[in-house]
């Protein structure tokens, strides 16, 4: 069974770090890119980051372009999400996600982990 | 950015009833065209992907057509756990979801 688990998430001042993680298992982690999708409370759903299967490649939304970096541990099944500079309006909760098919809709989510960027 | 706009954004509807949700994008997006369900609380729940495609486990009662920059999800006969929010997302280009249509029992 598919299983993504997310952690890291709480609460944060502005203009500080975060960093999520999210433990895979259940599929072969290094076939397959990996996301990060964010949900302002009781908004829509917003496309944050993604990471290729080996890692080499990456891409962002323009609004965390510089302060948000994606990466992942092969060997550990993890992805990350590490959050600098945070803003009020980072706020939300991020789930990680991955395609199995052969195009970019998302099957597998995790449960979500909550950030709270408030001073 | 592909901007994807649903409607309507609230709907309300008897058991039984056919439904129909639609999503409209700002460009073509050649039916590069995803739906989900999401319960309160839950994380999203991929239902349809390419415009059509039923992904597995998912009732048959839903379907999904369309093309060009107009798409529909369609639940042929409304059951009581079909209340959630509905949002569909395009990969034409970099993902962008719609606001969601909340389905409500009337």
């Known amino acids: 069974e598919v299983q993504l688990v997310e952690s890291g998430g709480g609460l944060v001042q502005p203009g500080r770090s975060l960093k999520l993680s999210c433990a895979a298992s259940?599929?072969?982690?290094?076939?397959?890119?990996m996301h990060w999708i964010r949900q302002a409370p009781t908004k829509g759903l917003e496309w944050v980051a993604s990471?290729?299967?080996?890692?080499?490649?990456?891409y962002y939304r323009d609004s965390v372009k510089g302060r948000f970096t994606i990466s992942r541990d092969n060997a550990k099944s993890t992805l990350y999400l590490q959050m600098d500079s945070l803003r009020s309006e980072d706020t939300a909760t991020y789930y990680c996600?991955?395609?199995?098919?052969?195009?970019?809709?998302?099957?597998?989510w995790g449960q979500g982990v909550m950030v709270t960027v408030s001073s | 950015d592909i901007q994807m706009t649903q409607s309507p954004s609230l709907l309300s509807a008897s058991v039984g009833d056919r439904v129909t949700l639609s999503c409209k994008a700002s460009?073509?997006?050649?039916?590069?065209l995803n739906w989900y369900q999401q319960k309160l609380g839950e994380a999203p729940k991929l239902l349809i992907y390419?415009?059509?495609s039923l992904q597995t486990g998912i009732p048959s009662r839903f379907s999904g057509s369309g093309s060009g920059t107009d798409y529909t999800l369609t639940i042929s006969s409304l059951q009581p756990e079909d209340v959630a929010t509905y949002f569909c997302?395009?990969?034409?280009?970099?993902?962008?979801f719609g606001a969601g249509t909340k389905l409500e029992l009337k």
């Open positions: 990471i290729s299967p080996s890692g080499g490649s990456t």
């Open positions: 390419y415009t059509n």
């Open positions: 259940g599929f072969t982690f290094s076939n397959y890119g």
């Open positions: 460009q073509n997006i050649y039916k590069y």
């Open positions: 997302q395009q990969y034409n280009s970099w993902p962008t």
């Open positions: 996600a991955t395609p199995t098919g052969s195009g970019l809709y998302f099957d597998y």
